[in-house]
């Protein structure tokens, strides 16, 4: 590998390197105070299910608009509306990662990660709980 | 307190191979390294006769062991919390084996196994070579039964053993009683997502990959400490091409699974467990490109070695990443933690064996001999080696992003993935499509050393335009319709779909004219050609995927009014919701849910939707099928749903149920309303009035079939709603051992109910109806048109057909093995990638 190799090399390094650094605008993990004051920035919520307050879905009228509420662990609490299905395990959830934008008091949520208990067989204490059920 | 009923002999005999493997193992690595130590070829032989017999001796242990698992899972034998964890009594048999490797144990287990078989192998192949290589293969051994081991040390438990029980490992008041298993009715089973024939079949050829990939660094490995640089190259081709091959067409049986069986849309979403793999192909195929350029040039040693051995650190990383739950947040389908100790013992497993590799290649670095001439730019080595490089970094470039976790623990930093993960990975890499699709269609022509620049102009002067051509007719015809990010985009996706016809088209004409068709030389062409007309789908089927099930273009749903943002959305509205029995407007399609069915295992239901393609025009049907999504309901409403899909040669109709209906507890209110009726008379409700047509006594049609000893009456009742549609119902009244029963009938799409209650007095029939508004059965489903898949899977087979052609010819095995070699994995493949499904 000699000189015009390297140059060649080098400019496509660039290239790929500056590309890089242009092309990901990596977004973080908030609360939701945190992201209260980020409107509008791309954020990921990690909260949970507020089981006070309704779950409104009804796929008959629109199967494409949900909203519930979300706490986080400092007990802030927030609207948030998916416009999609209702994840079905939604209410079993212990943890939610809810990624999308703060628009006023309301959450715009584009996608849903959920922690269920049900998923996860090497949790110990859900096995526990599961193992005299069936 | 002795405990009933339990099974303890098969732990005990599984838990003793385990250590048996795990004992000769370190013998094995001991002898084998002490006999590539010394010189003596007497000495040498016998250490190497001893370290093969403690080989066979791991082999057969860990063979056994794996008859042990699956016998304790075949037996449902609960008592073992790995059996609890991963079988059931209503799983198929077929999905035995799945339940073995779904855990981390199980798949750690056929790990080894597959080293076990490779090291076979090598055995009888390696030559000179055999202590060295199999040195690392015993180490990497070594790590893999240490997984399994499960034993205390200092009061930490190393490894986890399979055969671990239940009443050890959970607390409960049930393991308090000597009859506990008794109450343990039955094993959670295997997760229904993996429920799925590619479950049997896709981990296994993933995991000889992975197993593959530490034999090409064996072999850097036994050239560094005999200091016999580049010959090792030679023997380790084959090896790196078989490596390629396996690993390659695993991660895309992990793509086509995640098409046929999982329900996010598609056969790729850059989830870090895919990227994970698909990183250290990469760098294995730039490895190879090195390995091929020093066999005939002598240049690109050193960039062999260190690709090589950064194939083997990043297939270990990649274990890393998916094994330890550092991945929790980020994806979808990675394994759970499994606990500190563990993930110290694969953390100390990434580094055991590539970095003592690094350490003796960067102290020889300076001896491992490279070609100070500079390679002529019109020489193939120089363009092939650029090729390489741009694969490799684009393996770094996926790395880096997808190695975010892995800063915010280290670093405490929360940084998140992009808003768009998807895109800010394709607008790199649809960039290396473009370069890559040109290099491997020019470099094809060029020669060795240097090329004659007339000789290449010439030669490639026709594909050029055909290709140019092809993919100026294609945008004109079928353009790419990806607009949602912008001109520039589009305009790099068509150049990347230009460079890839380019390099299809140029690899089959220098199949033609150069090799003459002669296609055992041409391994390289093939495989070639089979990326890129891979790539060349991967663009079509990605850029022209549309979603069919779009409100917002059926206009059936006006969305909630109740907005508080107040705004109108610009989220496309991707769910349908359909009624049963109600045909709606679907894209090209009249869509009508029929009715469900359900299958002989527990929880999973397949609902049947009738897909219609009507000619406006004639009213002539077009199209006529059923598609038969799935879901499993389990008893906490979480539901897992598989697609169903139409294949077609040209593209495929994707569905899958996102929601469906939870049938109200709650009492219905309304109430059934008596008519007495002649035939002939009619009922208005409503929404329409219905006709009592005639009564039939113990009818035969494909509803109904009585037995003699019955005696039945059926209605036949028309239904005339007001949106001009018609429906038939038939309630019935049978005698049956004397008893009357009542069978309801219901047009739900009325919301009517009807019952035939008897006979009145005066010859008139007693018909009952009831109007409700407990509106309880529908399903959301979610549609795609996925253009042109197949070219993907057909790319894909091709590429690996290539592969296998190059590594039958490399090895100079006869010819007739060589085509049966081929035969059979060409009919292997062409039947799990292209028929299986359709």
């Known amino acids: 590998m000699k000189t015009s190799s390297i140059i060649i090399l080098v400019i496509i390094a660039a290239a790929i390197g500056g590309l890089l650094m242009y092309s990901v605008d990596f977004s973080t993990y908030d609360t939701i105070g945190s992201a209260k004051q980020k409107q509008g920035q791309y954020v990921h919520l990690i909260a949970k299910l507020d089981k006070s307050k309704p779950i409104q879905y009804d796929a008959l009228k629109d199967p494409n608009y949900l909203t519930f509420y979300a706490v986080d662990s400092l007990g802030n609490s927030t609207q948030v509306i998916y416009r999609n299905t209702k994840p079905p395990e939604l209410e079993q959830s212990e943890r939610v990662v809810l990624k999308g934008k703060m628009e006023g008091n309301v959450f715009e949520c584009k996608d849903i990660l959920l922690k269920c208990p049900s998923k996860y067989k090497d949790d110990k204490k859900q096995l526990e709980k599961t193992v005299t059920q069936y | ?838």
């Not at chain 2, 750690?108 to 030559?127: P, R």
């Not at chain 2, 991707?574 to 049963?580: A, G, W």
């Open chain 2, 1 to 838: 307190m002795t405990f009933e009923n339990e099974h303890l002999l098969p732990g005990q005999v599984g838990h003793f191979f385990v250590l048996l493997a795990f004992v000769a193992s370190i013998i094995s690595v001991i002898a084998y390294f002490t006999a590539s130590k010394i010189r003596s070829e007497n000495e040498k032989q016998s250490w190497i006769r001893f370290a093969r017999a403690a080989f066979f001796i791991e082999t057969f242990s860990l063979l056994a062991v794996f008859a042990t698992i699956f016998y304790i899972c075949s037996n449902h034998y609960y008592e073992y919390l790995y059996v609890y964890k991963h079988a059931s009594r209503e799983l198929e048999p077929k999905y035995l084996l799945a339940c073995i490797w779904e855990g981390q144990e199980g798949s750690f287990l056929l790990w080894a196994l597959w080293h076990c078989g490779l090291g076979s192998v090598l055995i009888f192949t390696a030559k000179k070579r055999e202590a060295a290589v199999m040195t690392i293969i015993n180490v990497a051994q070594f790590f893999l039964i240490l997984m399994l081991l499960g034993l205390y040390f200092f009061n930490v438990r190393i490894g986890s053993s399979p055969f671990i029980l239940t009443r050890n490992e959970l607390v409960g008041p049930i393991f308090s009683q000597p009859d506990y298993l008794s109450y343990i009715k039955d094993g959670i089973g295997l997760n229904p997502l993996l429920r799925n024939y590619w479950m049997v079949i896709h981990p296994p050829i993933l995991f000889l990959g992975f197993a593959s990939t530490a034999v090409p660094i064996a072999f850097a490995y036994s050239s560094l400490i005999t200091k016999d640089w580049g010959g090792w190259v030679k023997a380790a081709l084959p090896w790196a091409l078989f490596s390629g091959c396996v690993l390659g067409t695993g991660i895309m049986m992990g793509g086509k699974w995640a098409y046929e069986s999982l329900s996010f849309g598609g056969y790729w979403a850059w989830d870090p467990v895919e990227n994970a793999a698909l990183v250290p192909w990469l760098i294995l195929v730039a490895g190879l490109h090195c390995m091929v350029i020093f066999n005939s040039t002598k240049n690109a040693l050193r960039a062999s070695y260190l690709f090589i051995i950064l194939t083997y650190l990043f297939i270990l990383y990649s274990t890393f990443l998916t094994r330890t739950g550092i991945l929790g947040d980020t994806s979808v389908h990675s394994f759970t933690e499994a606990g500190t100790a563990m993930n110290v013992l694969i953390g100390i497993y990434v580094i055991a064996i590539s970095l003592p590799v690094f350490y003796l290649f960067f102290r020889h670095y300076k001896s491992i001999p490279s070609i100070q001439k500079e390679e002529d730019m019109s020489s193939r080595e120089f363009w092939m080696f650029i090729g390489a490089l741009i694969l490799f970094l684009s393996a770094l470039f996926v790395i880096s992003i997808t190695s975010l976790p892995v800063y915010n623990k280290v670093f405490g930093t929360n940084l998140a993935d992009p808003q768009d993960r998807e895109f800010s990975y394709n607008k790199v890499l649809v960039l290396v499509a473009v370069i890559v699709g040109l290099l491997t269609g020019i470099s094809q022509f060029l020669k060795y050393r240097n090329t004659n620049k007339k000789y290449l102009i010439k030669k490639l002067a026709f594909p050029l335009v055909i290709s140019l051509a092809g993919s100026v007719l294609l945008a004109i015809f079928y353009p790419i319709d990806y607009v949602k990010k912008g001109p520039g985009f589009l305009v790099a996706i068509h150049l990347a779909l230009f460079a890839s016809i380019f390099s299809v088209i140029t690899n089959a004409f220098y199949l033609k004219s150069v090799l003459k068709w002669n296609l055992k030389a041409g391994g390289a062409a093939i495989a070639h050609l089979g990326f890129a007309l891979m790539i060349t789908g991967m663009l079509i089927s990605a850029g022209n995927r549309k979603v069919i099930s779009d409100n917002s273009k059926t206009g059936l749903f006006i969305p909630f009014d109740k907005d508080p943002t107040g705004r109108a959305t610009e989220d496309p509205m991707e769910n349908l919701t359909l009624l049963k029995e109600v045909p709606t407007r679907m894209g090209k399609y009249t869509v009508t849910y029929m009715n469900d069915s359900a299958s002989n295992e527990k929880d999973r239901t397949f609902y049947n939707l009738r897909f219609q393609k009507i000619d406006s025009v004639t009213g002539k049907v077009e199209e006529d099928f059923v598609l038969s999504p799935d879901a499993y309901r389990m008893k906490d409403n979480n539901l897992t749903s598989n697609p169903g899909t139409k294949h077609y040669l040209t593209h495929d109709i994707f569905t899958y149920i996102s929601t469906i209906s939870i049938p109200k507890e709650e009492a219905d209110t309304s109430t059934f309303k008596l008519h007495e009726l002649n035939i002939g008379d009619s009922v208005f409700y409503s929404k329409g009035f219905y006709v009592l047509n005639n009564i039939l006594k113990n009818p035969d049609n494909e509803k109904f079939h009585f037995s003699p000893n019955d005696t039945a009456l059926v209605a036949d009742i028309t239904v005339y709603g007001q949106n001009g549609m018609s429906y038939k119902a038939s309630p019935a009244l049978l005698i049956h051992n004397q008893e009357i029963k009542l069978l309801t009938d219901t047009v739900i799409s009325q919301n009517l109910y009807f019952n035939f209650s008897g006979i009145a007095s005066n010859k008139k029939f007693k018909i009952s109806s009831k109007e409700t508004d407990n509106l309880s059965d529908f399903i959301t489903l979610k549609a795609y048109y996925f253009p042109y898949i197949n070219l993907v899977w057909l790319g894909l087979v091709i590429m690996s057909c290539g592969f296998v052609v190059s590594l039958v010819n490399r090895v100079k095995a006869p010819r007739k093995w060589a085509y049966l070699t081929i035969g059979l994995v060409l009919a292997f493949l062409f039947y799990m990638f292209i028929l299986a499904n359709a």
